[in-house]
């Protein structure tokens, strides 16, 4: 079968497609037939030795994957061969066959392609976690998106914007604010060049913000601290602005605030039934026309390298997926 191989740590150009051996299922695993792989900024930095997980080289980057069952070697229940798949793998996925643990497999809706599929898991996962599960978020509270025009900010508004949520999207230019406002923001706040605390008051009557939602971290973090209504939750999602912000405690004990850090890929392997939950959301999402992911590009996988350069270049505008032919 063929597979793209990292084999060196140079990022997109260490990438080669090679023939390999197919996989073997372990116990209570199954053989999944692989046609659509999700690529994130996370695979430009484990290709280039800058990740949190070091897989030994070569090793096949991809952490999204959508594909068809192709055995089982445990009967599951509600799995079968030849039923349509996401899942969730770290890496390993671009490769036209992957052995992946039975519990991690979730159900496609025939209503949703595999290219669709195949980018759900972390963006849309990170904000149904940090917004539902760690956030608590109600229909009718005020939410603040920052990095709202990035991946993971765009799915934040748009999982707010279903769960009843007004959003304000915060982002760095005229047009990454019009790129947050098509994709659901009611209000939109340019930083830096801002008075954040100051902007997020105005657009709530002085009440503050319900949940902030912070990507970037740096300098937006305190200012929105201090923006939040009594009892806020401020979520900590990541830190694209490069800076971790120290923030003073004394804001959120005036404010009757919780703090929270969303580590979704932890959350997956300690509470799996829980990601199962909200994913599923998302699909029926999907599949009902609710929720509509953008796709930047399509490339087959021996583009592989020119899809991982599109997000070392930051720029994707959607999702860049990987189709796999048998």
């Not at 930095?45 to 090793?59: A, C, M, N, R, V």
């Not at 890496?91 to 979730?106: F, S, Y």
Request: aromatic share 6%.
């Amino acid at each position: 079968m063929k597979a793209a191989l990292c084999k060196s740590l140079d990022g997109a150009k260490s990438l080669v497609v090679e023939t390999v051996p197919e996989p073997s299922a372990g116990s209570g695993q199954a053989i999944v037939r692989v046609e659509a792989v999700g690529l994130n900024f996370a695979d430009t930095l484990i290709t280039s030795g800058k990740y949190q997980w070091k897989p030994d080289l070569p090793f096949s980057p991809g952490a999204e994957i959508a594909g068809v069952i192709e055995s089982l070697s445990v009967e599951h229940p509600g799995l079968a061969p030849g039923q349509r798949i996401m899942a969730y793998v770290n890496w390993g996925g671009a490769r036209q066959k992957i052995a992946v643990d039975a519990g991690a497999l979730i159900p496609i809706p025939d209503a949703v392609p595999m290219t669709v599929a195949a980018g759900l898991s972390v963006t849309y996962g990170t904000a149904m976690h940090g917004l539902s599960d760690r956030g608590r978020l109600k229909s009718g509270e005020t939410v603040v998106v920052t990095g709202a025009a990035g991946g993971a900010g765009q799915a934040a508004i748009e999982v707010a914007k279903l769960m009843g949520a007004r959003v304000i999207a915060v982002a760095s230019s005229p047009e990454k604010c019009a790129f947050a406002k098509a994709a659901g923001a009611d209000e939109t706040i340019e930083f830096p060049g801002t008075d954040l605390k100051a902007a997020v008051r105005a657009l709530t009557d002085g009440n503050g913000a319900d949940v902030v939602y912070d990507c970037i971290g740096g300098a937006a973090s305190e200012p929105l601290v201090r923006a939040l209504a009594w009892q806020g939750r401020f979520l900590v999602v990541g830190f694209a602005a490069g800076e971790i912000p120290k923030i003073p405690l004394n804001l959120l004990l005036l404010r009757g605030a919780e703090m929270a850090g969303v580590f979704w890929g932890e959350a997956v392997r300690r509470a799996p039934e829980r990601h199962r939950a909200n994913m599923l959301q998302v699909l029926d999402w999907v599949a009902a026309g609710r929720l509509k992911p953008r796709i930047h590009g399509t490339y087959p996988l021996d583009q592989i390298g020119e899809a991982l350069s599109v997000l070392e270049r930051r720029e994707a505008t959607g999702k860049v997926v990987v189709t796999i032919a048998s």
